[in-house]
C-alpha cells in the first residue's frame, strides 16, 4: 500500500510544474524548462534520465492517455464547467477500459486534477502545440490558457491563491512522507488530566499538548490526522461524564466506512491515550468494504504508553455494520464515528441499516461531513431514520485545516470533518 501511495503524483507534478519522477521544478533542477513527455503530452521531466526513471510506472498510462487523445467520439469542446465534468466522468469511465485493468486511484487524480484554463476549460490534450498555460506565478497551480483568460479570472483568483499555496504546501509535506502526513504531538501527556474540556481551537491544542515547534504547515498537515481522534474526543466529552470517562478501563471506538484514510491515520488515535490518560486498552474497530479483512492486530504504543501497561488493539471487520453486529466478534462502543460519510448521496440504502442497529442499541454516535450543505442532507437523513439528535450540523472545531480542492467545480474547497452531527437513540 505504501508503494501505492509513493505512486501518487503532486498537484506540482500534475500541473506540468514538477518532474513527474523527482518532483523538482525547472527552477530547482536548474534547466531552462521540463521536458514533455511527448507521446501523453502530460507528463514532464527535469532530464532523460528522470523520464527513463519513470518509464516502467509511466508506460502503460502514457499509452491509455494517448489513446483516450485519439478518440475522437470522447472529445467535444466544453464551454461551460458542466460541460467539462461530463466529459472528464467520461474520460475517467473509459481509463478502465483503455488501461485494461482498473485505474488507481493516482491515475484517476492525474485526469481530475490536469491543468485547465480557470475561463474556458481547455486542457492540455486539445492545445495546439505551441501553445502553453499560463500558471498562477505565486501558487502555480491554477492556470489560464491566454493572457486575456487571466484578466478575466485574475480578482476572483487573487482572494483564493493564498488557499491554493496551502494546498500546495500540505500536498509537498504528505507527499514528502510517503503519504502519511501523519504529524503529531509529541509523546507527553497532561499528569494533572484536565480533559475534559479540550483546549479551545487547534492553536491552544498544540499549545497545551506542547508541540511549539509546529511551524503552521505542519500544524496544518497535523491537524488532518489529529482530525478524528479530537473530533471522537468531543463527541466523548458531549456523551459522557468526567468521572465516567476517566473511571473507563477500556475504550471502544467503531470507524464506519472505513477506508485507507482512516487506515492511515491510525497511528494518530493513539493521541486518545495521551489526552485521556486513565484507560488502559484502547480497541478501535474498523468496519468498511474497502478495507484489509484481517481479524486482530495488537499495535505498538509509544514508550510512554508502554510503560503504563496500555495496549492498543485494531479489528477489522471487512463488511456492513449489520452483519458486524450479528457477529460473535460484536463489541459495544462507547462511541460510533463515521467520517465524512455522505450517506444522504452515496450507498444510502447501505448506511440505512446500519444507522437503524446505532439507534436501537442506543449508541452514541458522531457523523461528520465535508461542508454545511452535505451535513444539513445527512442530517435531514438522520432525522427521517428516528434518530435523537444531540448536535445538528454543528461546526467542528476539530475539523481538518487542509484544503482539499473540489475537482469538478471551479475554486471550491473542503475540509475533512467540517461539520459535525451527534445523535443517539431514538427520538
Ligand atoms: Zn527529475
Ligand atoms: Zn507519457
Ligand atoms: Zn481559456
Ligand atoms: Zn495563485
Ligand atoms: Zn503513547
Not at 490558457?145 to 478575466?152: L, Q, R, V
Request: aromatic fraction near 12%; hydrophobic fraction near 35%; glycine fraction near 4%.
Amino acid at each position: 500500500m505504501k508503494q501505492d501511495l509513493r505512486k501518487r503524483k503532486t498537484l506540482l507534478q500534475i500541473k506540468g510544474i514538477a518532474c513527474s519522477s523527482c518532483c523538482k521544478t525547472s527552477h530547482e533542477a536548474n534547466v531552462p524548462a521540463l521536458l514533455r513527455c511527448a507521446r501523453c503530452r502530460m507528463s514532464y521531466y527535469c532530464s532523460k534520465q528522470c523520464q527513463k526513471i519513470d518509464f516502467p510506472d509511466h508506460k502503460h498510462f502514457c499509452l491509455a492517455l494517448y489513446d483516450l487523445a485519439n478518440l475522437e467520439e470522447s472529445w467535444w469542446p466544453c464551454e461551460g464547467e458542466s460541460e467539462w465534468n461530463k466529459r472528464i466522468v467520461q474520460h475517467i469511465r473509459l481509463l478502465d477500459d483503455l488501461l485494461d485493468r482498473p485505474a488507481t486511484a493516482a491515475e484517476k487524480n492525474f485526469l481530475f486534477f490536469q491543468p485547465k484554463c480557470q475561463v474556458c476549460f481547455l486542457t492540455p490534450l486539445e492545445l495546439t502545440s505551441p501553445q502553453k498555460f499560463i500558471p498562477c506565478s505565486n501558487c502555480r497551480v491554477v492556470a489560464c490558457c491566454s493572457n486575456e483568460h487571466w484578466d478575466i479570472h485574475r480578482s476572483k483568483h487573487q482572494a483564493l491563491c493564498k488557499t491554493y499555496e496551502q494546498v500546495v504546501e500540505c500536498d509537498m509535506i504528505q507527499y514528502e512522507r510517503g503519504g502519511e502526513g501523519v504529524l503529531w504531538a509529541p509523546e507527553t501527556w497532561d499528569k494533572s488530566k484536565s480533559f475534559p474540556p479540550l483546549p479551545a481551537d487547534w492553536d491552544a491544542y498544540f499549545a497545551w499538548r506542547k508541540a511549539p515547534s509546529f511551524i503552521p504547515k505542519y500544524a496544518r498537515v497535523a491537524s488532518h490526522s489529529l482530525s478524528g481522534p479530537l473530533t471522537v474526543l468531543e463527541a466523548l466529552e458531549r456523551f459522557y461524564k468526567k468521572n465516567t470517562l476517566h473511571s473507563l478501563e477500556e475504550l471502544v471506538i467503531h470507524i464506519l466506512g472505513a477506508a485507507q484514510f482512516e487506515i492511515m491515520s491510525l497511528m494518530a488515535y493513539e493521541e486518545l491515550m495521551h489526552v485521556l490518560p486513565d484507560f488502559k486498552t484502547l480497541r478501535m474497530v474498523l468496519i468498511g468494504f474497502d478495507i484489509p479483512d484481517s481479524k486482530n492486530v495488537s499495535v505498538d504504543c509509544c514508550s510512554l504508553c508502554t510503560e503504563a501497561k496500555r495496549t492498543r488493539n485494531i479489528v477489522f471487520f471487512k463488511g456492513a455494520y449489520h452483519e458486524y453486529v450479528q457477529s460473535s466478534e460484536f463489541l459495544t462502543p462507547h462511541l460510533a464515528v463515521g467520517f465524512n460519510s455522505g450517506l444522504y448521496e452515496d450507498d444510502t440504502e447501505l448506511w440505512m441499516p446500519t444507522v437503524h442497529c446505532l439507534i436501537e442499541k442506543d449508541i452514541p454516535c458522531v457523523f461528520t461531513s465535508y461542508s454545511k450543505s452535505e451535513a444539513d442532507q445527512d442530517l435531514a437523513t438522520i432525522k427521517g431514520w428516528g434518530a435523537k439528535i444531540y448536535a445538528g450540523a454543528k461546526k467542528n472545531k476539530w475539523k481538518s485545516l487542509v484544503p482539499i480542492v473540489e475537482p469538478m467545480i471551479v475554486d471550491k474547497f473542503f475540509h475533512n470533518n467540517n461539520f459535525k452531527t451527534l445523535f443517539k437513540g431514538r427520538l
